[in-house]
T-cell receptor, first 113, second 113 residues
């Protein structure tokens, strides 16, 4: 299940199930949206990105969906594995400056073997 | 070589000390970044260098002083820090025109006593 509160939102899934991590954004000027994965003790690692003129993009075991009407982004991970356990951040690249990548609050994914 | 190397991995300093964090990349990236990350929070952008010039300063206090001696190196000079500055400091780099795909180092864990 998913919990939101004073702590980092956490999503627990069984190994082999699909995971869906959600993200809301507020800036209509964002040109790109990016998902990063951060494992314990490491820096964030790029997973996949999607341009604002697209609705869906697929990678290896991951799919990102963008709904601009409700300013919602999701990351779907197929056949979740223990190695997928990490904190996932959505980030946005603002059109006004191609240097500025701003991270969202993050979701902790815990995979139950 | 797809690594961003940060030193030191851990740093403990007093409020009157002067220290520096160092970051190095050899991927030919011409944009380099400093982010600050508190526990269970997303990385917060501090500074961006583009082609060795400071392009973004996110209103960071002057006790943090960035320096980009050349295209491969990025430093963060620290002086008169406060205990609330204790955090993980992440360095990242990116390709020109690909500023949404950031390559992060593992970070320098700073504790200010």
């Amino acid at each position: 299940g998913e919990s939101v509160g004073l702590h980092l939102p956490t999503l627990s899934v069984q190994e082999g199930d699909n995971s869906i991590i959600n993200c809301a954004y507020s800036n209509s000027a964002s040109d790109y949206f990016i998902w990063y994965k951060q494992e314990s003790g490491k820096g964030p690692q790029f997973i996949i990105d999607i341009r604002s003129n697209m609705d869906k993009r697929q990678g290896q075991r991951v799919t990102v969906l963008l709904n601009k009407t409700v300013k919602h982004l999701s990351l779907q991970i197929a056949a979740t594995q223990p190695g997928d356990s990490a904190v996932y951040f959505c980030a946005e690249l603002l059109k006004t400056s191609y240097d500025k990548v701003i991270f969202g609050p993050g979701t902790s994914l815990s995979v139950i073997p | 070589d797809t690594e961003v190397t940060q030193t030191p991995k851990h740093l403990v300093m007093g409020m009157t000390n002067k220290k520096s964090l160092k970051c190095e990349q050899h991927m030919g990236h011409r944009a380099m970044y400093w982010y600050k990350q508190k526990a269970k929070k997303p990385p917060e952008l501090m500074f961006v260098y583009s082609y060795e010039k400071l392009s973004i300063n996110e209103s960071v206090p002057s006790r943090f002083s960035p320096e980009c001696p050349n295209s491969s190196l990025l430093n963060l000079h620290l002086h008169a820090l406060q205990p609330e500055d204790s955090a993980l400091y992440l360095c990242a780099s990116s390709q020109p025109g690909g500023h949404w795909e950031l390559f992060f180092g593992e970070g320098s864990r700073l504790t200010v006593l």
